[in-house]
């Protein structure tokens, strides 16, 4: 069926450090600082871009076990949107744990106390739920505004 020429052997020779690979330490990691302008972004677009900053999934030196994700800002965080009438539909769960203590709210009542909790939630749901995920979460800053205190940092503007 098949033939195969045996007389001539060829010796390859390779490079066995140019393949292994390479798993990222806390270390040797480098952090960037990203800024997002959230007017008029849908809120579950935009934060899972944010979450996979924060794990470093965008970093061809990703490693599950290691932080290697980049620090977010996020400016007008009050100025985000929902598709469809989520704003009105969707409900966010929380309960203390008493009879009687759970509580349901709206979108739109979130963003009336606390503007930033909408994208806070969001990013924070699609983060891993363990030590590692909090401390990828550290490294999220919300603000309702324009104006954040990371100029010193240098941010890079990121576009979705």
């Not at 470093?56 to 290697?68: C, E, I, L």
């Not at 590692?132 to 100029?151: S, W």
Request: overall charge positive; glycine content about 6%; charged content about 30%.
């Amino acid at each position: 069926m098949y033939a195969f020429n045996t007389t001539k052997k060829k010796e390859i020779e390779v490079n066995t450090l140019s393949y292994k690979t390479i798993s990222a330490k806390k270390e040797t990691v480098q952090r960037e600082w990203h800024i997002i302008d959230a007017e008029d972004l849908i809120v579950g677009r935009m934060c899972t871009a944010i979450a996979t900053v924060l794990r470093g999934k965008h970093k061809p030196s990703y490693t599950p076990h290691v932080d290697t994700g980049d620090y977010v800002i996020v400016i007008n965080a009050d100025k985000v949107r929902f598709t469809g009438s989520k704003m009105d539909q969707k409900e966010y769960v929380s309960y203390s744990g008493y009879p009687g203590g759970q509580k349901k709210r709206t979108p739109r009542d979130v963003m009336k106390k606390k503007p930033f909790a909408v994208v806070e939630n969001a990013v924070r749901g699609m983060l891993p739920k363990n030590r590692l995920g909090r401390q990828m979460f550290k490294k999220l800053f919300v603000y309702a505004g324009t104006e954040h205190p990371h100029q010193a940092q240098q941010p890079k503007k990121m576009e979705i």
